[in-house]
């Protein structure tokens, strides 16, 4: 994991400027970093800022920027299957000088250009120039696991793995997207990845599943190369899902855990992780190190799960207490890091983690992010079920098994009506369901309107998709890499595998829910690899903890800084956040609105920092 920032155009950029660029790149590659800079005839000139986390081949030969022949790399992330490319490599007699990932990529390049990306497994955004086109080749990974902004202007073409790396190489005052900081206190989280735009007007993300190609006239260019693979296999049974999922899985874990540095767990109660960790134990007989997070509040508290787990693994593991020291001061932090708002509690507990990995020196840690949107891990999941097998004969019986298991654990009163989606099936209210509570709140509240992609006619598939590529994961993934980055630590995900992806959305959806649970599939295929007390509970805590935990709203100093004066409230009306905060946090999409006033806060308080 790495930093990347460059720049090609006709503008000089001045020494001074390019290395407070590589100083604030520094957390996400603290062991090296470097500039290649080019300048031809035509006045055309190229910058490649790399900042180095050493994971792979840890000797200074893979140093970056990379440079092979006419062509220069810079790279952020891993190319997870390199092993297996190698030997392509070797049979074409081609001898590499290093043994990182980076010179596989480059290689690949060579070999067939834009096309490589088809061969890579993995998580990246990279640049590629040539010396002798004067063509600069970007791309960035399937799901988006890991960030590349850009922005044009007069003088050229800026990008960089984090906004605030384009904002300083490129020297210019870039003026707050007010849009998209009401857009998040109006609808919430869901809403932001729906569109391509970052907090700063004009600088943009670059597409996830895209290549971008810029020429010497910095004409660009754009190219989507992937997308998954949406055709059902009706013929699929239950065992034959539940062995294909157990094999993905484990060789996508085994993957994920090449390093030539110390990995790491991110360890919940639940399913997801714990069928990981088991992986590694279990299957690939390796000795572990877990962490997690615990709440004193029983609503996600996950302890005893946790404690069933280790016990049956015999990890060495470290558990975070959550509590109320320093938040406001945590909070800055790592809203100024972010350059952004911190767009859940739970993302700010996760930075937590992360810095408890780092403190041990590991720099590899794995999670189980995007597993509830592949395999069913909602409570919404069950209803838009049943709403796909309204017709079939097993209809009354999943239904009684959801009033029975399901039904009790659901807080969410829209989410109690087992025939939410036979009524309406356009319904979806409840996706951005704090709006009607925080737009009372709101000076200007963003008119209501909700979108989706449709990729599939089945409602079940194509609202899981949306989920893992607009709505849920895009967050996650964006939240979780900064909060890694922060810490110098570098983050896998190996549910976010293309051939298990593809596979999963295959699979006939009345099969995904069974027996009143919830990914059915994922916890068969573990069956005799993580232990049932936690893979047969029927409860979803999800990583996610009370604000109450983490904020003392009697304490004087906290009021007081809620009602300081700022620019968030041009966003919110102060009389009517005071008499909100005077009226308690009990209901749970209050809290959340909470937060997200507090990070914005903190973002528009201090982004000129930087």
Known sequence: MCGIAGFIGNKLISETRVNKTLDIMKNRGPNFSK??????????????LHSRLSIIDLHERSNQPLQIENDIIIFNGEIYNARELTQNLKQK??????????EILLRYYQ??????????????????????????FLSRDRFGEKPLYYYKNKDGFFF?????????????????????????????????????????????????SFNFIIDDKINVSSKKYWSPKLEINNSLTTNEASKQIQDLLIKSTEMRMRSDVPVSFCLSGGVDSGALASIAVKKLNRKISTFSIID???????KNKIEKV?????????????????????????????????????????????????????????????????????YEHFLLHLNYIKKENNFNLNQELWKKNILPLIRNEKLKNPNLYIEDNKTRDHIYDGYLKNCHVLVDPEQYQFNEEDYKTDLFSNRRLNELFHEITPSILHNEDLNAMCNSVENRSPYLDKDLVNFCFSIPPDLLIQKGYGKYLL?????????????LDYQKKGFNCSIDTLVDFSDPQITNYLKEDSEIF??????KMEKLLKSGLKDNRLSKFIFTFLTCKQFLDNYERY
């Open 93 to 102: 007699n081609i001898e590499l000088k290093t043994q990182s990932d980076t």
């Open 570 to 575: 041009e966003y919110v009306n102060k009389e």
């Open 160 to 208: 960089g793995s984090e906004t605030k790396f384009i904002r300083c190489l490129s020297g210019e005052n870039f003026e707050i997207n007010k849009k998209r900081i009401n857009k998040f206190l109006s609808f919430g989280y869901k809403s932001l990845f729906k569109d391509n735009e970052s907090y700063f007007k004009n600088i943009e993300n670059l597409p996830k």
């Open 523 to 535: 916890r068969n295929s573990m069956k005799d690899i993580l232990i049932d007390e936690v893979r």
């Open 111 to 136: 070999l067939y250009g834009e096309n490589c990306v088809n061969y890579f497994e993995g998580m990246w955004s990279f640049a590629i120039f040539n010396i002798k086109t004067k063509k600069l």
């Open 35 to 48: 500039q290649i800079c080019y300048e031809f005839s035509n006045k055309l000139r190229i910058n490649l």
């Open 296 to 302: 004193t509040d029983e609503r996600y508290n996950e």
């Open 310 to 378: 280790l016990y049956d693994l015999k990890t060495d593991h470290e558990y975070i207490q959550l509590d109320k020291k320093n938040f406001i001061e945590d909070l800055e932090k790592l809203t100024l890091y972010h350059d952004g708002p911190v767009l859940t509690v739970s993302q700010f507990i996760h930075s937590k983690l992360m810095r408890s990995i780092s403190s041990k020196n590991i720099k590899v840690a794995i999670s189980g992010v995007a597993a509830d949107e592949i395999f069913t891990g909602y």
